[in-house]
């Protein structure tokens, strides 16, 4: 069996929505100090819907897979919508990834939902912060 699906692999070698959104309406930032994966997501959100959204990541091509798959999937859906995004569905999404790779998943979950806070934030918009635990301390990438 092969390390990385083809799923993996195309998503990897050909990322989608790679990119800066200039005037984003939310951004948000991870890191993974034990691997080095960094991951920054743009959103542009009209009435509630992602309108676009682009990623930035400096990573392996597991974190790079990820974010791909993880943009791919909130395309067009609501902000309530991508905050139901789990780390569990862009793995599945991608047909798995390797165990020591999982984090890969976490931080992009974790960048969706720190983009989605700063939506929030910049928008005056009222939210629960349980629906954002602080990720230094979730305890998901030990």
Do not use: W
């Amino acid at each position: 069996m092969a390390l990385y699906s083809e799923k993996v692999m195309d998503h990897f070698t050909h990322p989608r929505n790679v990119g800066v959104i200039e005037n984003a309406d939310g951004v948000g930032e991870v890191g993974n100090a034990k691997c080095g994966d960094i991951m920054k997501i743009y959103l542009k959100i009209e009435n509630e819907i992602i309108q676009d959204v682009k990623f930035e990541t400096f990573g392996c091509g597991s974190a790079i897979a990820s974010s791909s798959m993880a943009t791919e999937m909130i395309k067009g859906k609501s902000i309530h919508e991508a905050m139901q995004l789990t780390n569990k569905a862009v793995a599945e999404a991608l047909d798995g990834l390797p165990a020591h790779k999982l984090h890969c998943s976490v931080l992009a979950e974790e960048a969706i939902k720190k983009a989605l806070m700063d939506y929030y934030q910049r928008s005056g918009l009222p939210y629960d912060e349980k629906d954002f635990p602080d990720c230094t301390h979730c305890g998901h990438c030990e």
